[in-house]
């Protein structure tokens, strides 16, 4: 070949040197000297570019192309140099020849975006797609003798775009939303028959223990479920399914199938090949020893499985597992959610059968009790009578709990109805508002009624309003303790608003999402009682939605609260039914009422003291009994059951009152109910048990959680026996009895181990330690930075502590017990609210900011003599800085203006101590 020959394929790379060593005269263009100039320009034009080109020349089509152009046709270059494309890309030219034909016939060029061709380059037929452009190439003369062909293989974008389509739809049935596993399973394979390209066949197995079981598998039609197996025993699964390879997959190794066309002739891809090979791949689960199931995959004809495939296949396998694990769990969760409603409906109902099967008992039993009471011809003793009211008051307490269940359960099975009548809502309201103002004034606040007349009468049951109010009412004066309740009725043109609003103990942000949920009480609050169903604000709510309003609630700890209800006039402007009204109104307010009194009848922190009224019939007569107890009735029941023992019996309403009783005069026997408020039986049994000067005595717990997980409790903690309500008066007069026996045989055994009760009168359940060296002070300069050691005298008078939770409601515990300290003593009363005051800040500041307390609890202690009263507070937090407007020292100036205050911080707390002079009110 001479040297323009040479030149003309120089710079063309490999294919360039091919070209240049061909026999080009054995070709239909002949040798290259002969070459037109044309040919020659259109060569170089083609070896010269980077991009994969392709010149067809002359009447044979003979191929001239570059080194990008050779690496797309695979094993038939480089013998496709030179000659005819039909031959070459015969399998793909019936796609090819029309547009090759049309740029040579009109010499205008075309271009098609990925072209799907058949190509067998690779040793299968292969489905490729290319982007091509064909435009006219002319000779000398400018005929049209050929077609340049610009292309790019574009198969990797065309097939990767198509399978994350069919992995987005079936990522969309993954949501958990469809109602069974079975249904699940038939939605992925519909999805995934729709991709034939990709996956010509798939079946789903799901692991049922040791069986494998076929929820379902695509091309069902066309037989497919003939040839796989319907379950597989993993135990032993068989030859037909070791060969598809689902034992394998079962365990967590994914199988390929290689010789699926013998057991599945299936034609499949662009041009109908049969399918060769298959995947076996485990479904992960949250058990990798143990797969969810198995995917059975087929793979297609025209496609290579190389690492690009197998990855579709692994993430098509994490789809179907996601997509199954959420119908699981969809389906798990909708059986419990089934299970819990007929659970809740079983109970309604159980509820609602019980409470008919009360009131016949109650009326033959309230019936009676009445006729009695009310007999003017064979009047009742007194002491009769007494017994008689005492019954008489608590079955009707047990009728209006049954009414309440009875209401409630209508209301949650949805067969509750109103009785709607036209009334005049601001005369109801300040009716039954008025029923409540003998017992808040008892209770030493105020009742403050506002309810103006409505522009237009309201259309609601009068039944339902009255619970509404009452146990909003009932609700406020419980938790109530000073200031006042407030009930406001007004109206804009939306709605009508029933506001009562209290200044009591307030509901925490943590409680107010649940306070309307049945059976929901707020734990640790105090409380007039704790007695109570927990569904009073629950059915408040059902019976406000029953008349087409809502409640509202608003609330802050140590502040109050306000419920509001509020009625739609469009629910308020009701049909008004017609005839004779329902039977029971002003039965709930009269109920309401006398339960309240019930937790009044004494004044709050009194002791009732009987004398023993019976004969002294045994060693045991003149013993003395402290009785605890919130129910009114029950202590007056215990009382006079017991002083008729001849034993003397003492009455508090919680335990905290209690152990204030056993420090100032230590009883023979504590007959404590568990459930009561402020202090309850448990609690006061463990600190009976924790003082050395209380160790010893007999406690009896009486309650009424029946049950054996209940008595060990009490048991565990120490108490000495334990009764579940009702009993049998003689039996506790036989267990204290016992009780108080086996305590004097233990002392009789060994004196040494008496307990002698303190010598002080004044409650001393924690001794405050001494301050511990000063570190640095907080910030405000108002503080001494040292607390000062004790003064001569200092305690002589009076050397008393105690121990709080770290808890907001502490410092209103605190004051109450330091009043009543101080009180005995000659304090002046102006010096004894300062202190209060300063001493309340000192309590607050320990509970707010006290860091990380290595325990939870706030100590006081309270110092007299020498003329000087000094009080201390200590937490057991750790000190950090803090900006100033959180600073704990926020409140010394309040502190400081109200006594000498000193602060001493370490690592193992903080101690504030307050001095006041007693003589000194300034």
């Known amino acids: 070949m001479t040297r323009p020959s040479i030149d003309l394929f120089s710079g063309g790379g490999d294919t360039g040197r091919l070209m240049a060593e061909l026999d080009w005269a054995r070709t239909p263009l002949g040798p290259v000297s002969g070459w037109p100039q044309s040919l020659r320009a259109a060569v170089r034009l083609v070896l010269s570019s980077r991009y994969p080109m392709l010149l067809l020349w002359g009447d044979d089509f003979s191929q001239l192309y570059n080194d990008a152009y050779s690496t797309l046709i695979g094993d038939k270059h480089p013998a496709a140099l030179g000659n005819d494309v039909r031959v070459t890309l015969a399998e793909g030219w019936d796609v090819l020849a029309p547009l090759i034909e049309q740029a040579m016939a009109t010499g205008v060029a075309s271009w098609v975006p990925a072209l799907q061709l058949l190509l067998e380059r690779a040793g299968y037929r292969e489905e490729a797609y290319f982007s091509v452009s064909h435009a006219p190439a002319r000779d000398d003369e400018g005929r049209t003798v050929g077609v340049f062909t610009v292309c790019s293989e574009v198969t990797e974008q065309v097939v990767g775009e198509r399978r994350l389509r069919l992995l987005r739809d079936l990522s969309v049935l993954g949501d958990g939303r469809t109602v069974d596993v079975d249904a699940t399973a038939a939605r992925l394979i519909d999805t995934i028959d729709s991709h034939p390209l990709d996956v010509p066949f798939a079946a789903i197995y799901l692991r049922d223990g040791a069986v494998l079981r076929r929820l379902a598998c695509t091309g069902g039609d066309r037989g497919h479920?003939?040839?796989?197996?319907?379950?597989?025993?993993?135990?032993?699964?068989?030859?037909?399914?070791y060969a598809w390879g689902l034992p394998d997959a079962a365990e967590g190794r994914p199988t390929q199938v290689t010789d699926v066309a013998d057991r599945l002739p299936l034609p499949a891809g662009p041009w109908g090949d049969l399918v060769r090979t298959a995947l076996a791949l485990p479904l992960p689960s949250g058990d990798e020893d143990q797969p969810l199931g198995v995917l059975l995959a087929g793979v297609s004809p025209s496609r290579g499985l190389d690492e690009a495939y197998r990855s579709f296949d692994q993430l098509l396998a994490q789809q179907i597992s996601v997509a199954l694990r959420n119908a699981q769990e969809y389906e798990d969760e909708r059986r419990r959610v089934e299970a819990l409603a007929e659970l809740d409906r079983v109970k309604t109902d159980f509820f609602a059968n019980v409470s008919h099967e009360f009131r016949t008992p109650l009326t033959l039993m309230l019936g009676p009790l009445a006729d009695a009471l009310t007999d003017a011809t064979a009047p009742l003793a007194p002491v009769q009578r007494e017994r008689v009211e005492t019954a008489w008051r608590n079955s009707t307490r047990l009728l209006t709990l049954v009414n309440s269940l009875l209401t409630f359960s209508s209301l949650e099975a949805g067969r509750a109805r109103s009785d709607a009548r036209a009334v005049d809502l601001s005369a109801l309201t300040t009716e039954l508002a008025g029923v409540f103002r003998a017992a808040v004034e008892r209770a030493g606040l105020t009742l403050e009624v506002a309810c103006p007349p409505l522009p237009r009468p309201v259309t609601i049951d009068p039944v339902n309003w009255e619970r509404i109010v009452t146990n909003l009412l009932s609700n406020a004066l419980k938790y109530t303790f000073i200031g006042r309740i407030r009930v406001t009725l007004d109206t804009d043109d939306e709605e009508v608003r029933l506001t009562v609003a209290d200044t009591g103990i307030g509901i925490g942000d943590q409680d107010l999402p649940k306070l309307f949920?049945?059976?929901?009480?707020?734990?640790?609050?105090?409380?007039?009682?704790?007695?109570?169903?927990?569904?009073?604000?629950?059915?408040?709510?059902?019976?406000?939605?029953?008349?087409?309003?809502?409640?509202?609630?608003?609330?802050?700890v140590g502040v109050g609260s306000a419920f509001t209800v509020a009625l739609p006039w469009s629910a308020a402007r009701r049909t008004a039914l017609t005839g004779p009204p329902a039977d029971g109104r002003g039965d709930a307010a009269r109920a309401a009422v006398e339960e309240a009194m019930g937790w009044l009848a004494e004044p709050d922190g009194s002791v009732t003291e009987d004398r023993t009224t019976g004969p002294a019939v045994d060693e045991l007569a003149g013993s003395r009994i402290l009785v605890a107890d919130d129910n009114t009735d029950m202590r007056a029941y215990l009382s006079r059951l017991l002083t008729g023992q001849g034993w003397r019996v003492r009455a508090v309403t919680d335990g905290r009152q209690a152990l204030d009783e056993i420090h100032r005069e230590r009883p023979d026997l504590v007959l404590a109910d568990v459930m009561m408020p402020v202090m309850d039986g448990f609690d006061l049994l463990r600190r009976l048990r924790a003082d050395p000067a209380t160790r010893a005595l007999p406690v009896l717990v009486l309650s009424a959680r029946a049950g054996g997980e209940a008595s060990v409790e009490g048991l565990s903690l120490g108490a000495d026996d334990y009764l579940v309500k009702p009993f049998a008066a003689t039996e506790l007069i036989a267990r204290i009895r016992a009780a108080i026996r086996r305590a004097r045989d233990r002392i009789a055994a060994n004196p040494a181990t008496v307990d002698a009760a303190p010598a002080t009168t004044r409650p001393a359940e924690v001794t405050a330690t001494a301050p511990a060296p000063a570190v640095e002070p907080v910030g405000d300069t108002s503080v001494v930075p040292e607390a000062p050691a004790d003064r001569n005298g200092l305690?002589?008078?009076?050397?008393?502590?105690?121990?709080?939770?770290?808890?907001?409601?502490?410092?209103?515990?605190?004051?109450?017990?330091?009043?009543r300290t101080l009180g005995d003593l000659d304090v002046d009363p102006d010096v004894l609210e300062d202190l209060l005051l300063a001493t309340s800040e000192a309590v607050n500041n320990a509970v707010e900011h006290a860091q990380r307390p290595s325990r939870p609890e706030v100590r006081v202690r309270v110092q007299v003599g020498a003329g000087l009263v000094r009080i201390s507070?200590?937490?057991?937090?750790?000190?950090?800085?803090?900006?100033?407007?959180?600073?704990?020292?926020?409140?010394?100036?309040?502190?400081?203006?109200?006594?000498?205050?000193r602060l001493v911080s370490t690592l193992e707390g903080t101690t504030v101590t307050i001095e006041r002079r007693l003589a000194d009110p300034a």
Not at 879 to 895: F, H, I, Q, V
């Open 873 to 901: 507070v200590r937490d057991f937090g750790t000190w950090r800085d803090r900006r100033p407007a959180m600073d704990r020292g926020r409140g010394a100036l309040l502190m400081n203006a109200y006594g000498d205050v």
């Open 225 to 241: 479920e003939g040839a796989l197996p319907d379950t597989v025993e993993l135990a032993d699964p068989g030859p037909v399914a």
């Open 517 to 556: 949920e049945r059976f929901h009480r707020v734990r640790g609050t105090r409380s007039r009682s704790h007695e109570g169903t927990g569904i009073g604000l629950a059915l408040v709510h059902e019976l406000a939605r029953l008349e087409g309003g809502e409640v509202r609630v608003a609330s802050r």
């Open 795 to 819: 305690g002589d008078v009076l050397d008393v502590g105690w121990a709080y939770p770290s808890a907001p409601t502490s410092a209103a515990m605190m004051r109450r017990d330091v009043r």
